[in-house]
Protein backbone atom coordinates (compact mmCIF):
# COMPACT_ATOMS: atom_id res chain seq x y z
CA UNK A 1 0.00 0.00 0.00
CA UNK A 2 1.63 3.22 -0.92
CA UNK A 3 1.38 6.39 0.84
CA UNK A 4 -0.78 8.10 -1.46
CA UNK A 5 -3.47 5.42 -0.64
CA UNK A 6 -2.74 5.91 2.89
CA UNK A 7 -3.53 9.35 3.30
CA UNK A 8 -6.85 9.19 1.52
CA UNK A 9 -7.79 6.10 3.96
CA UNK A 10 -6.43 8.62 6.90
CA UNK A 11 -8.80 11.42 5.09
CA UNK A 12 -11.59 9.13 4.80
CA UNK A 13 -11.24 7.68 8.40
CA UNK A 14 -10.66 11.14 10.06
CA UNK A 15 -14.09 12.44 8.02
CA UNK A 16 -16.02 9.33 9.98
CA UNK A 17 -14.03 9.74 13.33
CA UNK A 18 -12.98 13.76 13.86
CA UNK A 19 -10.84 12.49 16.96
CA UNK A 20 -8.91 9.81 14.54
CA UNK A 21 -5.46 11.46 15.12
CA UNK A 22 -6.48 12.02 18.51
CA UNK A 23 -7.30 15.86 20.66
CA UNK A 24 -6.11 18.70 22.34
CA UNK A 25 -8.11 20.23 25.43
CA UNK A 26 -8.51 24.34 25.25
CA UNK A 27 -10.07 26.56 27.57
CA UNK A 28 -12.59 28.89 25.82
CA UNK A 29 -14.31 32.30 27.59
CA UNK A 30 -17.35 33.80 26.37
CA UNK A 31 -17.92 37.71 26.13
CA UNK A 32 -20.52 37.23 29.19
CA UNK A 33 -17.23 35.75 31.47
CA UNK A 34 -18.47 31.45 31.36
CA UNK A 35 -15.50 29.40 30.79
CA UNK A 36 -15.10 25.52 29.75
CA UNK A 37 -12.92 23.09 28.60
CA UNK A 38 -13.37 22.11 24.86
CA UNK A 39 -11.90 18.99 23.20
CA UNK A 40 -10.66 20.09 19.71
CA UNK A 41 -9.86 17.11 17.33
CA UNK A 42 -6.23 17.13 16.14
CA UNK A 43 -5.70 16.86 12.62
CA UNK A 44 -2.64 15.55 10.07
CA UNK A 45 -0.50 18.91 10.64
CA UNK A 46 -1.18 18.84 14.32
CA UNK A 47 0.33 15.33 14.41
CA UNK A 48 3.60 16.77 12.23
CA UNK A 49 3.72 19.52 14.58
CA UNK A 50 2.21 19.21 18.20
CA UNK A 51 1.88 21.31 21.09
CA UNK A 52 2.52 20.16 24.41
CA UNK A 53 -0.65 18.10 26.52
CA UNK A 54 -1.61 17.02 23.30
CA UNK A 55 -3.33 13.22 23.27
CA UNK A 56 -3.46 10.71 21.26
CA UNK A 57 -2.66 6.92 21.38
CA UNK A 58 -0.21 4.23 19.98
CA UNK A 59 -0.22 0.73 19.22
CA UNK A 60 1.24 -1.41 22.12
CA UNK A 61 4.64 -2.42 20.02
CA UNK A 62 4.75 0.92 19.02
CA UNK A 63 4.83 2.28 23.01
CA UNK A 64 7.06 -1.10 23.77
CA UNK A 65 9.49 -0.54 21.14
CA UNK A 66 9.94 3.44 22.31
CA UNK A 67 10.88 2.24 25.64
CA UNK A 68 12.70 -0.08 25.11
CA UNK A 69 14.95 2.42 22.64
CA UNK A 70 14.85 4.77 25.18
CA UNK A 71 16.00 2.77 27.97
CA UNK A 72 18.92 1.46 26.22
CA UNK A 73 19.83 5.16 24.69
CA UNK A 74 19.34 6.44 28.30
CA UNK A 75 21.44 3.42 30.24
CA UNK A 76 24.41 4.76 27.90
CA UNK A 77 24.29 8.40 29.61
CA UNK A 78 23.10 7.85 32.75
CA UNK A 79 26.90 9.11 34.46
CA UNK A 80 26.49 12.24 32.17
CA UNK A 81 24.54 14.96 33.29
CA UNK A 82 25.22 17.41 30.31
CA UNK A 83 23.73 14.21 27.36
CA UNK A 84 20.38 13.51 27.36
CA UNK A 85 17.73 11.28 25.99
CA UNK A 86 14.46 12.45 25.28
CA UNK A 87 11.08 10.61 24.52
CA UNK A 88 8.02 12.30 23.55
CA UNK A 89 9.32 15.85 24.37
CA UNK A 90 8.69 18.53 21.83
CA UNK A 91 12.00 19.88 20.23
CA UNK A 92 11.61 23.52 19.58
CA UNK A 93 14.29 24.47 16.27
CA UNK A 94 16.40 27.45 15.72
CA UNK A 95 15.67 27.56 12.05
CA UNK A 96 13.17 29.94 10.71
CA UNK A 97 10.34 29.27 9.38
CA UNK A 98 10.53 25.07 10.89
CA UNK A 99 7.90 24.57 13.49
CA UNK A 100 8.56 21.86 16.35
CA UNK A 101 7.79 18.53 16.35
CA UNK A 102 7.58 16.25 19.25
CA UNK A 103 9.90 12.69 17.81
CA UNK A 104 9.72 9.43 19.89
CA UNK A 105 13.77 9.57 20.95
CA UNK A 106 16.10 12.43 20.60
CA UNK A 107 19.26 12.17 21.74
CA UNK A 108 21.29 15.64 22.74
CA UNK A 109 24.41 16.11 24.03
CA UNK A 110 26.07 18.84 25.29
CA UNK A 111 23.00 20.40 27.26
CA UNK A 112 24.25 22.86 30.47
CA UNK A 113 22.31 20.86 32.72
CA UNK A 114 19.65 18.39 32.92
CA UNK A 115 15.84 19.52 33.09
CA UNK A 116 12.60 18.43 33.15
CA UNK A 117 11.84 19.30 29.68
CA UNK A 118 8.22 19.77 28.14
CA UNK A 119 9.37 21.89 25.05
CA UNK A 120 13.51 21.55 24.50
CA UNK A 121 14.55 24.82 22.71
CA UNK A 122 17.35 24.23 20.95
CA UNK A 123 18.58 28.03 20.62
CA UNK A 124 18.19 28.48 24.05
CA UNK A 125 20.25 25.19 24.86
CA UNK A 126 22.71 25.80 22.29
CA UNK A 127 22.70 22.51 20.87
CA UNK A 128 20.67 20.24 18.71
CA UNK A 129 19.50 16.36 18.73
CA UNK A 130 22.54 14.85 17.07
CA UNK A 131 20.13 11.54 16.64
CA UNK A 132 16.63 11.22 15.98
CA UNK A 133 14.37 7.91 15.85
CA UNK A 134 10.96 7.97 15.00
CA UNK A 135 8.75 4.48 15.76
CA UNK A 136 5.93 4.70 12.59
CA UNK A 137 2.30 4.31 13.57
CA UNK A 138 -0.78 3.36 11.02
CA UNK A 139 -2.11 6.30 11.33
CA UNK A 140 0.51 8.46 10.88
CA UNK A 141 3.31 6.34 8.75
CA UNK A 142 3.74 8.79 5.79
CA UNK A 143 4.87 11.70 8.35
CA UNK A 144 7.75 9.24 9.54
CA UNK A 145 8.43 8.63 5.97
CA UNK A 146 8.02 11.72 4.06
CA UNK A 147 7.55 15.05 6.00
CA UNK A 148 10.22 14.46 8.71
CA UNK A 149 13.07 13.32 6.23
CA UNK A 150 12.87 16.79 4.44
CA UNK A 151 12.42 18.81 8.21
CA UNK A 152 14.93 16.78 10.21
CA UNK A 153 17.06 17.84 7.29
CA UNK A 154 16.51 21.40 7.49
CA UNK A 155 16.60 21.25 10.97
CA UNK A 156 20.54 19.87 10.58
CA UNK A 157 20.00 16.57 12.65
CA UNK A 158 22.93 14.49 12.11
CA UNK A 159 21.10 10.99 11.96
CA UNK A 160 17.58 10.35 11.63
CA UNK A 161 16.26 6.55 11.71
CA UNK A 162 13.27 5.44 10.89
CA UNK A 163 11.63 1.67 13.07
CA UNK A 164 8.76 1.56 10.14
CA UNK A 165 5.97 -1.17 10.04
CA UNK A 166 4.39 -2.25 7.42
CA UNK A 167 1.18 -5.00 6.37
CA UNK A 168 1.01 -6.15 3.54
CA UNK A 169 -1.73 -8.81 2.81
CA UNK A 170 -1.96 -9.13 6.64
CA UNK A 171 1.56 -9.42 6.83
CA UNK A 172 3.16 -7.54 9.44
CA UNK A 173 7.08 -6.98 8.08
CA UNK A 174 9.11 -4.46 9.90
CA UNK A 175 12.45 -2.42 8.67
CA UNK A 176 15.18 0.32 9.55
CA UNK A 177 15.74 3.25 7.38
CA UNK A 178 18.35 5.58 8.33
CA UNK A 179 19.86 8.65 7.19
CA UNK A 180 23.00 10.48 7.99
CA UNK A 181 24.13 14.28 7.13
CA UNK A 182 26.30 15.01 4.43
CA UNK A 183 27.66 17.82 2.87
CA UNK A 184 24.55 17.66 0.48
CA UNK A 185 21.90 16.73 2.49
CA UNK A 186 20.95 13.34 3.81
CA UNK A 187 22.44 10.14 2.25
CA UNK A 188 20.85 6.95 2.94
CA UNK A 189 22.66 4.81 5.62
CA UNK A 190 23.51 1.39 4.54
CA UNK A 191 23.20 -1.93 6.69
CA UNK A 192 25.65 -4.32 7.53
CA UNK A 193 25.49 -7.83 6.18
CA UNK A 194 23.09 -8.56 9.02
CA UNK A 195 20.93 -5.55 8.00
CA UNK A 196 22.09 -3.50 11.17
CA UNK A 197 22.64 0.06 10.94
CA UNK A 198 25.06 2.10 12.98
CA UNK A 199 24.41 4.66 15.05
CA UNK A 200 27.68 6.61 15.03
CA UNK A 201 26.24 9.27 17.41
CA UNK A 202 25.58 6.78 20.64
CA UNK A 203 28.12 3.54 19.08
CA UNK A 204 25.20 1.00 18.77
CA UNK A 205 24.13 -1.15 16.38
CA UNK A 206 20.22 -1.38 15.76
CA UNK A 207 18.63 -4.16 13.68
CA UNK A 208 15.71 -6.06 13.60
CA UNK A 209 15.34 -9.67 14.38
CA UNK A 210 11.59 -11.70 14.29
CA UNK A 211 10.22 -8.29 13.87
CA UNK A 212 11.61 -6.82 16.98
CA UNK A 213 13.63 -4.00 17.45
CA UNK A 214 17.47 -5.06 19.29
CA UNK A 215 19.98 -3.08 19.75
CA UNK A 216 23.50 -4.17 19.81
CA UNK A 217 27.27 -3.24 21.31
CA UNK A 218 30.17 -2.56 18.73
CA UNK A 219 30.84 -6.33 18.94
CA UNK A 220 27.51 -7.54 18.36
CA UNK A 221 26.19 -8.60 21.66
CA UNK A 222 22.87 -7.93 22.09
CA UNK A 223 21.29 -5.20 25.07
CA UNK A 224 18.70 -6.54 26.50
CA UNK A 225 15.58 -4.47 27.56
CA UNK A 226 14.19 -5.30 31.31
CA UNK A 227 11.86 -8.06 30.13
CA UNK A 228 14.94 -9.92 28.58
CA UNK A 229 17.24 -9.51 31.81
CA UNK A 230 14.23 -11.18 33.80
CA UNK A 231 14.28 -13.95 31.84
CA UNK A 232 17.78 -14.01 31.88
CA UNK A 233 18.01 -13.87 35.42
CA UNK A 234 15.20 -16.48 35.72
CA UNK A 235 17.03 -18.88 33.50
CA UNK A 236 20.16 -18.48 35.27
CA UNK A 237 18.93 -19.26 38.58
CA UNK A 238 17.13 -22.72 37.10
CA UNK A 239 20.37 -23.47 35.82
CA UNK A 240 21.68 -22.68 39.33
CA UNK A 241 19.10 -24.92 41.24
CA UNK A 242 19.84 -27.59 38.75
CA UNK A 243 23.19 -27.61 39.08
CA UNK A 244 23.36 -27.32 42.55
CA UNK A 245 20.39 -30.04 42.63
CA UNK A 246 22.74 -32.34 40.61
CA UNK A 247 25.94 -31.21 43.12
CA UNK A 248 23.48 -32.15 46.06
CA UNK A 249 22.29 -35.54 44.32
CA UNK A 250 25.96 -36.44 43.69
CA UNK A 251 27.21 -36.07 47.21
CA UNK A 252 24.48 -38.12 48.43
CA UNK A 253 25.48 -41.12 46.10
CA UNK A 254 28.93 -40.33 47.19
CA UNK A 255 27.96 -40.78 50.72
CA UNK A 256 25.72 -43.79 50.10
CA UNK A 257 28.72 -45.10 48.19
CA UNK A 258 31.39 -44.58 51.15
CA UNK A 259 29.11 -45.89 53.85
CA UNK A 260 28.64 -49.43 51.16
CA UNK A 261 32.15 -49.74 50.54
CA UNK A 262 32.71 -49.26 54.63
CA UNK A 263 30.22 -52.15 55.33
CA UNK A 264 31.62 -54.31 52.59
CA UNK A 265 34.85 -53.87 54.04
CA UNK A 266 33.89 -54.71 57.99
CA UNK A 267 32.28 -57.62 56.41
CA UNK A 268 35.51 -58.75 54.78
CA UNK A 269 37.35 -58.02 58.04
CA UNK A 270 34.45 -60.04 60.18
CA UNK A 271 34.97 -63.32 57.46
CA UNK A 272 38.70 -62.88 58.05
CA UNK A 273 38.59 -63.09 61.51
CA UNK A 274 35.98 -66.17 61.61
CA UNK A 275 38.40 -67.88 59.06
Not at 45 to 67: A, N, S
Amino acid sequence: MNLEIVEAIAVAETAQDPFYYGWRYVRRRYPNGREEIARLPLTREDILHPQEEDCGTHTDDHQRFCVYLYNVLRGLFLSNPHDVVLHDVLVSWDVPGLRGHGPDIAVIFGVRERRNWSTFQVAEEGTRPALIIEVTSPKTREIDLVDKVDHYEQADVPYYLIVDSHEHKGVLTRRLLGYQMTLQGYAVLPPNERGWLWMAPVGLWIGIHENDVECYDQDGNKIEDYEGMMVGRADAEVRAETAEARAETAEVRAQAAEARLAELEAELRRLRGNG
